[in-house]
Structures are given as C-alpha cells and as structure tokens.
C-alpha cells in the first residue's frame, strides 16, 4: 500500500510537472533611452518575423520600457520610431521557447526635422471688421443693367 501510494506520487508529480514547463511562446523586453540617459515614453515598438502572422505593435511605458509575451519562436526584425527621434530597426533578433531576449537600453538619436517656408498671401477682406452697418450703395449703371419690361 505505500509502494503505491510513493508511486501515484512520484508518477503525479512527474506527469504535471513536464505538463506545466510545456512552453510554446517567448518574450521580448527593452528599455528605450535618449542620448542623455532619459526614458522616452510613447516609443512604438514593432516585431515582424516569418514565423508570425502580420506584425505585433506595443508602446512603451513612461519609463521607456516595454514588454511582449507570447511570441513565437523564431527570428525577428524589430523597429523602434518615435515622433522625434529617428528610427531604429535591429535586425536578427531571435526569440527563443519559454525565454525573455532582452534587448537591454536602447539609445535613440535626436531627428532632425525640416520644414519647407511656408508664405501667407492677403488680400482686402470681404468684410468690413470695422463697421457693423449693413448695406450697399447703388449708382446709375446698376439701374440701367436691370430688366424693366413686363409682357
């Protein structure tokens, strides 16, 4: 009866335990910086791979960091953007089952934006900003062009 009961335990813990290190997925995890050091918030992080259907998008946090469980195994090009940094794209990256890739602090470079000159043309305005009166003046040629026959 203890050789039995020692048995159903071990066999148990066995079972469940291979049961619960079945992983099917990896994780990616980063730290997105600027030049000085400081976290950039808001910073989309896109993973692409031949191994996953369509593209997986996420935003870091306020500290700059970001997390993504549940991908599958395999190889993956990643790019960073921000509105006011230039992007990054990390190519190679591969993700392994039931492992977190870290990619540590990544440091993004200041974008350099240029706007074409804009110019402002204006001309007199259709209406009088200045005067609050309605009306208009007529003169001679206006009654002249009017129809003034009747059948």
């Known amino acids: 009866m203890n050789k039995l009961l020692t048995s ?3 066999f148990t813990f066995v079972f469940f335990s291979t ?5 099917y997925t990896g ?3 980063g730290r997105i910086l600027d030049q000085n050091g400081e976290a950039i918030p808001l910073t989309s992080i896109t993973l692409s791979s031949k191994n996953m259907q369509g593209k997986r998008n ?3 946090n306020k500290n ?3 997390y993504m469980p549940g991908l599958p195994a395999g190889v993956y090009n990643i790019k960073i953007s921000h509105l006011t940094k230039q ?4 190519e190679n990256v591969l993700i392994k089952l039931g492992k977190t890739t870290s990619l540590g602090d990544i440091k993004l470079k200041e974008k350099v934006s240029e706007i074409d000159e ?3 043309y204006s ?10 009166s309605i009306g208009l003046t007529l003169n001679h040629k206006v009654y002249e062009t009017l129809p003034v026959e009747r059948n």
């Open 8 to 10: 159903i335990i071990i």
């Open 19 to 23: 049961i619960l290190a079945q992983n």
């Open 27 to 29: 994780k990616i995890e």
């Open 58 to 60: 996420i935003v870091s």
């Open 64 to 66: 700059g960091y970001f």
């Open 87 to 90: 992007n990054l794209i990390i």
């Open 118 to 120: 804009v110019l402002v």
């Open 123 to 132: 001309g007199k305005p259709v209406i009088d900003a200045s005067s609050a």
